[in-house]
């Protein structure tokens, strides 16, 4: 799938064609620039719908109006379902053209219910098309917009090796499915020899993440299919590579059309990520809602907290959605909240218990601590992610038992 976009205009436009001609899509993407919009334009090579999405940029999503031109030539059965799934993206502000050489009536009407209602051949006509896009976008303004609901990205990333991020993520992501019912996806962000299958006791050493961004330019519903794999709690997981060799570079702007293309998929998307601030993790950062900086309240841990936090804050990144977990905390440590606050400079949004004997053996056994056992781990992480979702679960209430007096009664 081809994209460009032009940063002219005041008026943001998604311009997207479904298998059409090259030559045709540039002549109506000129006819469009000369209107003096600012157009976001993508170009399918095939049919789209709800099930085959296409990977769109944000700036093609998010444009306040829409117009798209789809071959019903090619298949026709095919164009109603895309012309459907379009008009749905941007609910009643998409214009719909049905492309067509022929003048079969029975063509025209299927296109007609479908939504489209103005209709070009090959032998395209600029000035007409030009009137028509004038008069589609009275019609848009006098429509209310209505905005999609995307999903949210929230990103792990551990001060130093050994903190409990991975566990936390995983247990975090499984509580969101089996708390609240939340179409969850997540992602082990690690380059080599990730640990979230492992810990769910699942195989997904077949595709993993990095290879998905990779295949942008044919990422669909249908190929993530065939990437995912899944916990029995219903949990999605895009796996870390379980071999020892160097990864290729990511490119960054590809990370996040991948990280914003997932979101329009899943409620939640979590993301596993390594302890490190390169190119790649800080475009995972910048596309993410929120940012978890997990530590323990050692020195070490503490020290190498600092020195992320002062280096989120010195670039251009968003540090009012960075969050500090501190991980194991005992009252019996040396370092107090109020310690650790003053050297970051940062609060301390979530204080977890030390269960590292219970974790260590759910890791073992790669079986997540259940949400039902009620442990000193488990209860903050239903809290945390009860916050998370915004919502509270409701306590499992149990009938007191009836005593003799009362059956007496």
């Not at 940029?57 to 444009?63: F, N």
């Given at each position: 799938m081809?994209?460009?976009?032009?940063?002219?205009?005041?008026?943001?436009?998604?311009?997207?064609?479904?298998?059409?001609?090259?030559?045709?899509?540039?002549?109506?993407?000129?006819?469009?620039?000369?209107?003096?919009?600012?157009?976001?334009?993508?170009?399918c090579?095939?049919?789209?719908?709800?099930?085959?999405?296409?990977?769109?940029?944000?700036?093609?999503?998010?444009?306040?109006?829409?117009?798209?031109?789809i071959?019903?030539?090619?298949?026709?059965?095919?164009?109603?379902?895309?012309?459907?799934?379009?008009?749905?993206m941007?609910?009643?502000?998409?214009?719909?053209?049905?492309?067509?050489?022929?003048?079969?009536?029975?063509?025209?009407?299927?296109?007609?219910?479908?939504?489209?209602?103005?209709?070009?051949?090959?032998?395209?006509?600029?000035?007409?098309?030009?009137?028509?896009?004038?008069?589609?976008?009275?019609?848009?303004?006098?429509?209310?917009?209505?905005?999609?609901?995307?999903?949210?990205?929230?990103?792990?990333?551990?001060?130093?090796?050994?903190?409990?991020t991975?566990?936390?993520?995983?247990?975090?992501?499984m509580?969101l499915?089996?708390?609240?019912?939340?179409?969850?996806?997540?992602?082990?962000?690690?380059?080599?020899?990730?640990?979230a299958?492992?810990?769910?006791?699942?195989?997904?050493?077949?595709?993993?993440?990095?290879?998905l961004?990779?295949?942008?330019?044919?990422?669909?519903?249908?190929?993530l299919?065939?990437?995912?794999?899944?916990?029995?709690?219903?949990?999605?997981?895009?796996?870390?590579?379980?071999?020892?060799?160097?990864?290729?570079?990511?490119?960054?702007?590809?990370?996040?059309?991948?990280?914003?293309?997932?979101?329009?998929?899943?409620?939640?998307?979590?993301?596993?990520?390594?302890?490190?601030?390169?190119?790649?993790?800080?475009?995972?950062?910048?596309?993410?809602?929120?940012?978890?900086?997990?530590?323990?309240?050692?020195?070490?841990?503490?020290?190498?907290?600092?020195?992320?936090?002062?280096?989120?804050?010195?670039?251009?990144?968003?540090?009012?959605?960075?969050?500090?977990?501190?991980?194991?905390?005992?009252s019996?440590?040396?370092?107090?909240?109020e310690?650790?606050?003053k050297?970051?400079?940062?609060?301390?949004?979530v204080?977890l218990?030390?269960?590292?004997?219970?974790?260590?053996?759910?890791?073992?056994?790669?079986?997540?601590?259940s949400?039902?056992?009620?442990?000193?781990?488990?209860?903050?992480?239903?809290?945390?992610?009860?916050?998370?979702?915004?919502?509270?679960?409701?306590?499992?209430?149990?009938?007191?038992?009836?005593?003799?007096?009362?059956?007496?009664?």
């Open positions: 081809a994209q460009i976009q032009y940063n002219s205009g005041l008026i943001s436009v998604a311009l997207i064609t479904v298998s059409l001609d090259v030559k045709l899509a540039d002549e109506i993407a000129d006819s469009v620039l000369r209107l003096a919009w600012a157009v976001h334009r993508a170009d090579e095939g049919y789209i719908s709800a099930v085959k999405r296409p990977p769109f940029p944000p700036a093609v999503k998010s444009s306040s109006a829409c117009i798209a031109i071959d019903f030539d090619k298949d026709i059965e095919q164009a109603v379902v895309a012309a459907a799934y379009i008009q749905e941007y609910a009643g502000k998409a214009a719909m053209v049905a492309m067509s050489s022929s003048q079969d009536p029975d063509i025209l009407l299927r296109a007609m219910r479908a939504g489209c209602t103005e209709f070009i051949g090959w032998d395209f006509d600029e000035a007409a098309f030009s009137e028509t896009l004038q008069r589609l976008y009275q019609q848009w303004s006098t429509k209310s917009t209505q905005k999609a609901v995307r999903g949210e990205v929230v990103t792990f990333f551990g001060a130093k090796g050994g903190v409990g991975t566990t936390l993520a995983v247990h975090l992501a509580y499915v089996t708390c609240h019912q939340k179409k969850t996806l997540l992602i082990d962000n690690h380059p080599q020899l990730g640990h299958c492992i810990y769910l006791g699942i195989d997904g050493s077949r595709y993993h993440f990095h290879e961004v990779r295949n942008l330019s044919r990422l669909d519903s249908d190929l299919r065939g990437y995912i794999a899944t916990h029995e709690s219903g949990l999605e997981v895009l796996a870390s590579p379980d071999v020892c060799s160097g990864m290729k570079r990511l490119d960054p702007e590809s990370i996040a059309q991948t990280l914003d293309f997932l979101r329009g998929e899943y409620d939640y998307v979590i993301v596993d990520g390594p302890s490190s601030l390169d190119e790649t993790n800080l475009a995972v950062i910048d596309a993410s809602s929120e940012v978890y900086l997990v530590a323990t309240p050692e020195i070490a841990a503490i020290r190498d907290l600092s020195r992320y936090v002062d280096s989120l804050s010195q670039g251009e990144h968003d540090i009012g959605k960075v969050k500090v977990v501190i991980n194991r905390f005992s019996q440590h040396a370092l107090t909240i310690q650790i606050e050297a970051i400079r940062l609060p301390v949004a204080k218990p030390n269960g590292y004997a219970e974790v260590t053996r759910s890791a073992i056994l790669g079986e997540p601590i949400h039902k056992q009620k442990t000193d781990f488990s209860i903050p992480i239903v809290k945390w992610v009860n916050t998370l979702a915004g919502t509270a679960v409701a306590e499992e209430t149990v009938a007191p038992k009836k005593s003799l007096f009362s059956f007496w009664k």
